[in-house]
């Protein structure tokens, strides 16, 4: 190797060891990303407030809750929405890269067991959810209703919803392998609307006409019983930062927890904080 | 070639069978690669190669139990050459094969956040099992030799509280991937590697492996004590720096060897600062065979290697993990004993990555 090589090689070493690195993005921009439970809350605020400010460019998308919290690890998007809590590993390996995973809490939320509305079943208990889902249940003439096979609908594993309910519901045990695994609240709705014998769950925001929500150990999910923790299968909804939130990404979220935005949180179907 | 083909196939649709879920995954190098020695009129390498490639299955049996079984393979023979090592061809000796993990990982059963792994797993040591060749080049541990990326045994692995790091405590057949059955040496090796995160953007830690290996002409067992520190700053915006020193002690009766390394690699995301989504990557290696003889005097086999690279990424996932993407590379290697003549590579590689999920 020649001095010259060696020397150039160094310099590079070091520039790049100094080089103060500059972030480009424009001050008004803001892209969002991450769980589709959240998704509706993130993209009607949105739209709020880029009404109200005419200048703000806001860009929403799903992906799910996995996809949120690693594109903020990744620093790609601003924020990144989750409808879980950030897992141990994801949080170290956020650390290890340089960034501070902040927990910003935007509204409640109830895991809603759904079925179709011309199912006579309205009331389970959660261990009888969890043998639907494991399999050992499969009729639901075992649970008081018309002898009919069970369709079992999940989310897909990497999803937030499936995870809450996998924790609050299976405790770890598996689900059985012939569940539909969907990948977003909406057509979990769908296929439940369309299927007589289906059960499945979604975020309460996506409770409506066309599907029938259960009681869960004799509580239905509302705000009443969500915020009284009555309610068995509750979580909260996030929107993650890197750091506390700065610029853009904290006006959006203030807007968020302002009333008006709790306002559009609960038009959406969901809880709000208060 | 044919029994191997028979034998993933059936590997396939077992997986497919038992597990809930199962995610498929290949990922494919192609590589140009072209050497030469200092002083040398000609190349001493030059020609393409599918340097490797895998195939991995991912069965998810339930939310607690999910494993990997990779199937990596090659077109060359000498895939496995380092950098400026002597090989006297680039020629396509058809197909390779080899197993590189087949593992369970028992998640949550013994505390929580803890993993239990057994089988053809990872090796924690140094930074060999989080290494994601920002490089072309192999990880230090790898390329010379500390430590093989995976081997044969089982491990618990976990988070420290508050994510403040990680640690992994395993057993292994001590001698790699590549050996099996009647070829190992009945000696365990045992490992401890700790990662610590104290402030965000600082993680740092170490890995200490003990090992013995009997040797039939001293008729005793060769001590072997292997130990890594790590080191990664990434407070800076876009800046990942990351150092790295490996030792390697082995004792054989009176006489006894060390062999170190040290690794300096800094990398500059320059996505943010240009809207192309490329990284600068800048590695120094030192590598010394023999502590205890002189680096410059003829059968030293020390050498320093210098390489830049830069990783461009065409497309990436929904995670944001790479899919399609160009590395190039060009190193120097520069040993210490003056009279050996120093080398130069380039190495221009195409990495592309898919994968699905079958329920």
């Known amino acids: 190797m020649n001095k010259i090589s060696r020397i150039l090689i160094i310099a590079a070493l070091?520039?790049?060891?100094?080089?103060?690195?500059?972030?480009?993005?424009?001050?008004?921009?803001?892209?969002?990303?991450?769980?589709?439970?959240?998704?509706?809350?993130?993209?009607?605020?949105?739209?709020?407030?880029?009404?109200?400010?005419?200048?703000?460019?806001?860009?929403?998308?799903?992906?799910?809750?996995?996809?949120?919290?690693?594109?903020?690890?990744?620093?790609?998007?601003?924020?990144?929405?989750?409808?879980?809590?950030?897992?141990?590993?994801?949080?170290?390996?956020?650390?290890?890269?340089?960034?501070?995973?902040?927990?910003?809490?935007?509204?409640?939320?109830a895991i809603a067991v759904i079925v179709n509305p011309s199912n006579s079943v309205s009331a389970l208990t959660i261990d009888q959810v969890k043998g639907i889902y494991s399999g050992s249940i499969s009729n639901w003439k075992d649970l008081g209703g018309e002898s009919q096979p069970i369709v079992i609908v999940s989310r897909d594993v990497s999803s937030g919803t499936f995870e809450v309910f996998n924790e609050k519901v299976m405790?770890?045990?598996?689900?059985?392998?012939?569940?539909?695994?969907?990948?977003?609240?909406?057509?979990?709705?769908?296929?439940?609307?369309?299927?007589?014998?289906?059960?499945?769950?979604?975020?309460?925001?996506?409770?409506?006409?066309?599907?029938?929500?259960?009681?869960?150990?004799?509580?239905?999910?509302?705000?009443?019983?969500?915020?009284?923790?009555?309610?068995?299968?509750?979580?909260?909804?996030?929107?993650?930062?890197?750091?506390?939130?700065?610029?853009?990404?904290?006006?959006?979220?203030?807007?968020?927890?302002?009333?008006?935005?709790?306002?559009?949180?609960?038009?959406?179907?969901?809880?709000?904080?208060n | 070639m044919r029994k191997r083909v028979i034998f993933l196939v059936l590997i396939i649709m077992l997986v497919s069978i038992a597990s809930a879920e199962t995610k498929l995954s290949m990922e494919l190098w192609n590589r140009w690669t072209y050497k030469i020695v200092d002083g040398a009129d000609d190349a001493s390498t030059n020609g393409f190669s599918f340097n490797r490639g895998y195939f991995r299955l991912e069965p998810v049996f339930s939310g607690n139990i999910k494993g990997r079984f990779n199937l990596d393979f090659f077109s060359r023979e000498d895939s496995e050459v380092e950098i400026g090592e002597e090989t006297d061809s680039i020629s396509n000796e058809g197909a390779g094969l080899k197993i590189k993990y087949a593992y369970l990982d028992f998640s949550n059963y013994l505390w929580k956040?803890?993993?239990?792994?057994?089988?053809?797993?990872?090796?924690?040591?140094?930074?060999?099992?989080?290494?994601?060749?920002?490089?072309?080049?192999?990880?230090?541990?790898?390329?010379?030799?500390?430590?093989?990326?995976?081997?044969?045994?089982?491990?618990?692995?976990?988070?420290?509280?508050?994510?403040?790091?990680?640690?992994?405590?395993?057993?292994?057949?001590?001698?790699?991937?590549?050996?099996?059955?009647?070829?190992?040496?009945?000696?365990?090796?045992?490992?401890?590697?700790?990662?610590?995160?104290?402030?965000?953007?600082?993680?740092?830690?170490?890995?200490?492996?003990?090992?013995?290996?009997?040797?039939?002409?001293?008729?005793?067992?060769?001590?072997?004590?292997?130990?890594?520190?790590?080191?990664?700053?990434?407070?800076?915006?876009?800046l990942d720096l990351r150092a790295q020193y490996l030792t390697r002690t082995e004792k054989l009766g009176d006489s006894e060897k060390t062999v170190n390394a040290i690794s300096i690699m800094p990398m500059i995301n320059l996505a943010d600062l240009t809207n192309i989504d490329m990284e600068l990557v800048l590695r120094y290696d030192m590598y010394d065979d023999d502590a205890d003889l002189d680096d410059d005097v003829e059968g030293s086999g020390a050498y320093d290697t210098m390489i830049a690279g830069v990783n461009y990424f065409m497309m990436r996932d929904s995670k944001n993990a790479?899919?399609?993407?160009?590395?190039?590379?060009?190193?120097?290697?520069?040993?210490?004993?003056?009279?050996?003549?120093?080398?130069?590579?380039?190495?221009?590689?195409?990495?592309?990555?898919?994968?699905?999920?079958?329920?």
Not at chain 1, 59 to 80: C, F, H, L, Q, Y
Not at chain 2, 127 to 146: G, L, N, R, V
């Open chain 2, 113 to 238: 956040d803890a993993t239990f792994t057994f089988g053809l797993m990872k090796t924690y040591f140094g930074t060999i099992y989080s290494s994601e060749y920002e490089t072309i080049d192999k990880d230090p541990a790898d390329k010379y030799k500390f430590s093989a990326s995976t081997d044969y045994g089982f491990g618990i692995s976990g988070y420290l509280p508050q994510g403040f790091g990680t640690y992994n405590v395993a057993v292994y057949n001590g001698e790699g991937y590549k050996k099996t059955g009647g070829n190992i040496d009945t000696n365990m090796a045992y490992l401890l590697n700790l990662r610590i995160v104290p402030v965000v953007g600082l993680e740092v830690g170490g890995s200490y492996v003990m090992d013995k290996v009997y040797n039939e002409d001293a008729d005793d067992d060769k001590e072997i004590n292997k130990m890594a520190g790590v080191a990664r700053f990434t407070m800076l915006p876009n």
């Open chain 2, 322 to 359: 790479p899919k399609l993407w160009v590395q190039a590379n060009y190193s120097m290697k520069n040993y210490k004993y003056e009279e050996k003549d120093d080398e130069s590579e380039m190495l221009v590689q195409l990495r592309w990555k898919f994968s699905g999920v079958i329920d």
């Open chain 1, 14 to 109: 070091l520039t790049m060891v100094i080089f103060p690195a500059f972030a480009g993005k424009g001050a008004n921009s803001l892209t969002i990303a991450g769980s589709t439970t959240v998704l509706p809350i993130a993209q009607s605020c949105a739209e709020a407030y880029m009404n109200a400010h005419p200048e703000a460019d806001i860009s929403v998308r799903g992906g799910g809750s996995s996809v949120g919290i690693a594109n903020i690890i990744a620093g790609t998007v601003d924020i990144g929405d989750a409808s879980r809590h950030a897992k141990t590993k994801e949080i170290v390996q956020a650390r290890a890269q340089g960034v501070n995973l902040v927990e910003n809490v935007v509204a409640n939320d």
């Open chain 1, 171 to 273: 405790g770890g045990t598996q689900v059985v392998d012939s569940a539909l695994m969907l990948a977003s609240n909406n057509a979990v709705a769908t296929t439940i609307k369309d299927t007589p014998g289906a059960i499945g769950y979604v975020g309460i925001g996506y409770l409506g006409n066309n599907v029938k929500g259960v009681t869960i150990n004799g509580v239905m999910p509302s705000k009443e019983t969500v915020l009284n923790k009555k309610y068995p299968i509750a979580r909260t909804l996030h929107m993650y930062t890197n750091g506390r939130p700065r610029g853009m990404a904290k006006k959006y979220i203030d807007f968020v927890l302002s009333p008006a935005g709790q306002k559009l949180v609960e038009d959406n179907g969901f809880i709000g904080l």
